[in-house]
């Protein structure tokens, strides 16, 4: 049986150093890494930034992803940021390949690469490597596309609790790409996705992970989960004042675009898509995507949290923040000494 691309994650002893800079939305990882690159120009280094974040690819999606300026791409180096039409696909193991080749060529101009971002799954690809999952079947995918459509995706998820209630109990019953994944796996494979996971090595980087030595892993963790939700809401509703329903009427103007790709059911892109279309109202929408930034970045710290071997500091104090900076200077730094 052929199985999804594997990434062969480097563990050279020779290999320097990665930052890898993680946290939950809205923790300040992007201000941190600025930061940082400021620092690192002051003392005449270059530090190029590579996005780990799925809505980032996008293009089009630029305020309600918080994507990074052009004025702040102008004064450090991006990548993985408007590298696909909100049409395609990106994957973990995309990001793995592209995310390690990224790593070598701004190594080679001298420069040195950090990682910024949130998205566990490319985090654990880029690290450890891909489980031997089937690859995706476009025949089983597009009846179950059209059963999710005909019985509602909560339902799907019923059916899924009953073959797999492992993977059913972390999933939320409206994820519909995970759901309809993990039906799938289990129609080709004939076993759970949780028992393929729990028995394969290479999917390491869940609960109780070892981080790879190779891989200096700086957490920004806030511990006042009531502050970072009131920052989650006014971040929301500053994206509404600056343009959020205007930028998805015009995403909706494409033809192509539909609310089961990927690019679409982004966090606050699916809940603006559903009220343009008329599914909720104003008020709704925003409770609803308020909600749904909430659950990711509870799902991003309770990985998190699980994690050993990373550093961590808690961003919303203005002492642990500099530590921060200071950690993630010395890590770099020291690396570029002779």
Not at 140 to 168: F, N, Y
Not at 181 to 201: C, D
Not at 237 to 265: C, F, Q, S, W, Y
Not at 292 to 310: D, E, N, P, Y
């Amino acid at each position: 049986m052929q199985t999804e691309l594997h990434i062969q994650p480097v563990h050279s002893t020779d290999q320097l150093p990665t930052l890898c800079i993680v946290g939950p939305t809205g923790s300040g990882k992007t201000h941190l890494a600025m930061s940082l690159a400021e620092r690192a120009q002051s003392i005449g280094a270059t530090i190029e930034l590579i996005s780990m974040d799925s809505a980032l690819v996008y293009r089009g999606l630029d305020i309600g992803s918080a994507k990074p300026t052009s004025a702040e791409q102008a004064v450090v180096r991006h990548h993985l940021i408007d590298i696909l039409e909100p049409t395609e696909s990106y994957s973990a193991a995309r990001f793995a390949n592209d995310a390690k080749r990224l790593c070598e060529e701004i190594r080679q101009r001298g420069h040195i690469p950090v990682i910024v971002g949130g998205t566990m799954l490319y985090w654990r690809a880029w690290a450890y490597g891909l489980s031997s999952l089937p690859p995706a079947n476009p025949t089983i995918r597009a009846r179950l596309d059209e059963q999710g459509k005909a019985m509602g995706w909560p339902a799907m998820h019923d059916e899924l609790a009953k073959v797999d209630p492992a993977t059913a109990a972390r999933l939320q019953p409206n994820d519909s790409q995970r759901v309809q994944r993990a039906l799938e796996v289990y129609e080709i494979t004939g076993q759970p996705m949780s028992f393929l996971l729990a028995n394969s090595p290479s999917e390491d980087g869940r609960v109780g992970s070892v981080i790879p030595k190779w891989i200096k892993l700086v957490s920004l963790e806030p511990n006042d989960r009531s502050r970072l939700h009131q920052n989650l809401e006014k971040r929301f509703d500053e994206m509404l004042i600056g343009g959020l329903i205007a930028e998805v009427e015009t995403l909706r103007k494409n033809p192509a675009l539909h609310a089961d790709l990927p690019a679409i059911r982004s966090v606050g892109y699916r809940q603006v898509w559903e009220y343009l279309a008329g599914e909720v109202d104003h008020a709704k929408m925003r409770n609803k995507a308020l909600a749904a930034t909430r659950q990711l970045g509870k799902r991003q710290l309770t990985w998190l949290r699980a994690m050993t071997g990373k550093t961590t500091f808690d961003s919303f104090n203005p002492i642990e923040l500099k530590a921060a900076l200071e950690h993630c200077q010395k890590i770099l730094f020291k690396q570029e000494q002779p």
